[in-house]
């Protein structure tokens, strides 16, 4: 939970910068937000992960063109920005690369049939793609005002990844109780570690 209060910091920073000032201040406030995050990981020595690094680049770049500009629609590029570059990863992996970065993400807690795998990636290449295009068009269809926006990527956003996420876990709950019922993966232990019956080696990231 703190670490993801932590990561939702310089989100919760600019949906208040917002209501108290304007867009302009909020984008100010993020990137200052984000760069405070990176620095404090860095002086404590914590992991700084890739997730970390896409986003302050994606927010220093756009929110700086914000800025300088003098432009909102930078800042309203960028939560699409950023869910087509995690969608572009996960599908540039497995087309380019043949990983499945799903996979090495879960792989030592969850133990399912490689297409099983396949499936769980393209499903979050289609969420990222389609969450992208669906802040494009609050953003800039004219049926939403930029407060509807801002509420919009602070919590919709969020509730449509909550929503996805638990129907997600439903669905692998299902095949991961298959994989448990075939010959040799009868002890859930063994299920759950990834030590019974052979898999598919892991691939680096």
């Known amino acids: 939970m703190k670490k993801f209060l932590f990561d939702l910091f310089p989100l919760i920073l600019f949906f208040v910068a917002f209501k108290f000032s304007d867009i302009f201040t909020a984008t100010a406030v993020a990137i200052v937000a984000g760069i405070a995050q990176f620095v404090w990981l860095k002086a404590t020595g914590k992991a700084i992960e890739a997730t970390h690094w896409i986003n302050l680049s994606v927010i220093v770049v756009f929110g700086g063109a914000t800025l300088l500009f003098h432009n909102d629609a930078f800042i309203k590029w960028k939560p699409t920005v950023l869910y087509w570059i995690f969608a572009a990863i996960l599908l540039g992996g497995k087309l380019l690369f043949g990983r499945n970065l799903m996979q090495k993400l879960m792989g030592s807690k969850v133990a399912m049939p490689a297409p099983i795998w396949d499936k769980l990636n393209y499903s979050w290449v289609a969420f990222f793609a389609a969450s992208g295009a669906l802040n494009l068009y609050v953003a800039f ?65």
Do not use: C, D, Y
Request: net charge negative; charged share 20%; aromatic share 10%.
């Open 141 to 205: 269809s004219g049926h939403f005002t930029e407060a509807q926006w801002v509420n919009f990527k602070v919590f919709g956003l969020m509730a449509l990844l909550l929503v996805f996420v638990i129907l997600q876990s439903l669905w692998l709950g299902k095949h991961m109780k298959e994989e448990a019922e075939q010959p040799g993966l009868a002890e859930p232990g063994l299920a759950r570690s990834g030590l019974a019956g052979p898999r598919e080696p892991k691939e680096g990231a």
